[in-house]
């Protein structure tokens, strides 16, 4: 079905004439176009698209969310002097005040903002870089130490509940609907060994051990625009899953794809290493933000979050491999399994550092 752009982008208030549309970025789970305009006298200008994947969120609640969390940190932004429509995400409104677009066939569609002059990378960057991005997600952290998390919807129910992905993946072997089963055994294997992992964070959160915080929960490298001439953050984007969890879901994640030397899907798995250098420079960035607020059990499981994470999306990555691949976006049959298998390599080459990383984090 090919998809009307200029009919979409004609329901928001865009300045200038629409010219043309590119498929952009590198995520996984929503639809992304840079659409550019023309405009009398000046450069064209683009923005953002994203048609919002309704099968994982509810457009409405998603929406207002997101609104929520820019509002909020669009006023602690000027507060520090830093540059609003910058370093956080600005919402385009439909042309009738909405905060999204529904076509005739129930698609929803988002206008951002283009934020210019920045970069993502999708694999561990330089040290420089490494250091500014966990100052700016521990930065993030506190911005929104205050926010009233109540207010948001839990837009996906148990999104890191590390035991029910467990669940979901047994249920997937069990059912193996696509006969894929046989294929992935060693990766199986290699996840049902480390059950032990699932409830470490689970049991205790919400404790004062480890509390409840709003948290960004999708850390992941390529979802904060880096400024290349300074190597420093813009801004945190793919707000789509901020709602309350524990910090270390975001300290675990972003180590997870930031200080692996390959990128996610990475087949040559001899590639696909911790790097420590990269590790210490996020951690160092990170702890100068929130060092002062965490709990000594939080700063304990500081170095244990980055496998947490990754096994826990490693899981994920397998399950929708013998599902089907109805979650993930690939670009073939056995790509999720690929990821997978990069994503147990990862912890592998951790649980040979993690003593050499509780040194660092101390
Ligand atoms: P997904 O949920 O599918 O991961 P994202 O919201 O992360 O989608 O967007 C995908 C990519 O699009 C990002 O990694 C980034 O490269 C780019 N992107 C998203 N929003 C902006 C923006 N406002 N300005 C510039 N680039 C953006
Ligand atoms: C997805 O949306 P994106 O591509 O930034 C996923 C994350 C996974 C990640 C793995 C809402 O992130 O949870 O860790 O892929 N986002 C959602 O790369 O499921
Ligand atoms: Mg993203």
Redesign the pocket.
């Known amino acids: 079905m090919s998809i009307d752009i200029p009919g979409i982008v004609r329901n928001f208030k865009l300045e200038g004439d629409f010219i043309y549309s590119e498929v952009y970025g590198?995520?996984?789970?929503?639809d992304t176009y840079a659409v550019y305009f023309k405009r009398d006298n000046e450069a064209p200008i683009r923005y953002i698209l994203q048609r919002i994947?309704t099968h994982?969120?509810n457009a409405k609640d998603l929406m207002i969310n997101i609104c929520l969390v820019t509002d909020y940190l669009k006023d602690k932004i000027k507060e520090e002097g830093g540059d609003p429509s910058r370093n956080t995400l600005t919402i385009i409104p439909t042309k009738d005040g909405k905060l999204y677009y529904e076509d005739k066939d129930n698609a929803c569609w988002r206008i951002y903002k283009f934020i210019e002059d920045t970069i993502t990378y999708q694999s561990a960057a330089d040290e420089t870089v490494s250091r500014n991005v966990g100052a700016a997600f521990g930065h993030f952290q506190k911005q929104l130490a205050e926010f009233d998390a109540t207010k948001l919807t839990e837009i996906?129910p148990d999104?890191h509940n590390t035991r029910k992905r467990f669940e979901a993946l047994k249920k997937a072997i069990d059912a193996d609907v696509k006969g894929r089963v046989k294929s992935a055994e060693d990766a199986i294997s290699f996840a049902l060994e480390r059950e032990k992992y699932c409830d470490v964070v689970t049991s205790k959160l919400g404790t004062p051990q480890i509390p409840y915080r709003v948290t960004h929960?999708?850390t992941?490298l390529?979802?904060i625009l880096i400024d290349p001439d300074t190597g420093k953050s813009v801004c945190i984007i793919?707000l789509?899953?901020v709602m309350p969890g524990s910090v270390l879901y975001d300290f675990g994640?972003s180590n997870?794809?930031g200080s692996n030397t390959a990128v996610?899907d990475e087949t040559d798995l001899s590639k696909v290493t911790f790097d420590l250098g990269i590790f210490k420079a996020f951690t160092e960035g990170f702890l100068s933000e929130v060092g002062d607020i965490l709990t000594c059990e939080e700063k304990e499981l500081l170095p244990f979050s980055c496998i947490l994470?990754t096994y826990e999306?490693g899981i994920?990555?397998l399950a929708d491999y013998l599902e089907g691949d109805v979650?993930?976006k690939t670009t073939h049959d056995t790509h999720n399994l690929e990821?997978a298998r990069n994503q147990f390599k990862l912890i592998e080459d951790m649980e040979s550092k993690l003593e050499e990383m509780k040194k660092i984090v101390k």
Do not use: A, S
């Open positions: 590198c995520g996984h789970i929503n994947n994982i969120f996906i999104f929960n999708d992941k390529n979802n793919d789509d899953t994640d997870r794809f996610e994470m999306c994920r990555f979650y993930f990821r």
